[in-house]
């Protein structure tokens, strides 16, 4: 299986000055639940989006109940995951203050909260009535629960495992609305997210305390995850310009799409530059507080709805 799962002795925990309150777990949950990376659910969006179909409202009540039900399995797979690395994340001289391992958030909470969530995630999707969704939710649950309990700690794996939760995620928006998933949207949705995830192992190489905290990233070198990234954006950008140049979707080729090769191309580029600073390790802090990244991804979802839309 590649490094030993067996964890290190906490070292001791410094409890608050008094016990956590009601009010204070409340916080505690929602902080562990992380509603910033619910930016990442919005990639339901991207399949009905290129297909031209956000305009029905089916279609938009379907990718809404997709983005939510994402939402609250996501959130209960971290609830899960900080309650089972709580002893590595005590090493970690940032996670340490999360809540679950400073101890603001019991364990026994965490665990019974994270499976309430994803519990109810799975019920909605089969209340549903759309078996494509539940499918879907499915293997995301199965892949993120395999990377809580195994995937995490094995190197290379570990980031082909998070890739394809993000690469899950854009699948449900096209098959729960039954909108077909292409090779060029799959090629191109699982070299982006290569890209992100190989840029924030880096960045957590460089942050302090992490290569003990991690078993994984201690088989990584700063100069091979150079290398993934350099691959990674290579290849999507020659794949994208290739997507674009053919019409998208609908495989009718118009200036829209075309020019939209410039900002995602600018896009790479400043993901590159803000990596190589070390400000990777939480790609959605960069996509809430980076200007110049959100400004070339507004340019290119404007072309590109533009070159579907208009």
């Given at each position: ?9 906490a ?75 709580v ?9 340490r ?16 909260s994270g499976?309430?969530l994803v ?59 039954g ?47 150079v ?30 799409h ?48 533009f070159?579907?839309?208009?």
């Open positions: 299986m590649g490094e030993s799962l067996s964890r290190p002795p070292p001791a925990l410094t409890h608050p000055a008094s016990t956590p309150g009601p009010g204070a777990r409340a916080v505690g949950l929602l902080r562990t639940a992380r509603p910033k990376q619910w930016l990442k659910n919005l990639l339901v969006l991207a399949a009905p989006g290129t297909a031209g179909t956000l305009t029905d409202p089916g279609v938009l009540g379907w990718t809404a109940l997709t983005f939510v039900l994402f939402c609250f399995a996501a959130s209960g797979t971290y609830l899960l995951n900080d309650a089972r690395d002893h590595h994340d005590r090493l970690h001289a940032r996670k203050n999360r809540p679950v391992a400073s101890g603001v958030v019991p364990v026994p909470l965490a665990v019974g499976a309430a519990a109810f995630a799975l019920i909605a999707a089969i209340a549903s009535g759309n078996p494509p969704l539940l499918g879907v939710l499915l293997g995301y649950l199965a892949l993120t629960t395999a990377y809580t309990l195994w995937l995490k700690d094995i190197t290379v794996v570990d980031i082909a495992a998070v890739a394809g939760c993000h690469v899950l995620r854009a699948v449900a928006g096209g098959v729960v609305i909108v077909p998933i292409t090779g060029w949207f799959i090629i191109v949705v699982s070299l982006a997210a290569l890209l992100v995830v190989a840029g924030k192992r880096e960045a957590e190489l460089r942050s302090p305390g992490s290569a003990g905290a991690r078993a994984s990233l201690n088989g990584y070198s700063r100069s091979y995850l290398q993934i990234r350099t691959m990674a954006s290579a290849a999507v950008i020659v794949t994208y310009c290739l997507w674009a140049l053919e019409g998208g979707a609908a495989h009718q080729p118009n200036g829209f075309a020019a939209s090769i410039i900002p995602f191309f600018v896009f790479v580029l400043r993901y590159h530059q803000l990596v190589d600073r070390g400000v990777g390790e939480e790609p959605e802090e960069i996509a809430l507080r980076d200007r110049p990244l959100q400004l070339c991804l507004l340019a290119l979802v404007g072309l590109i709805g070159g579907i839309y208009a």
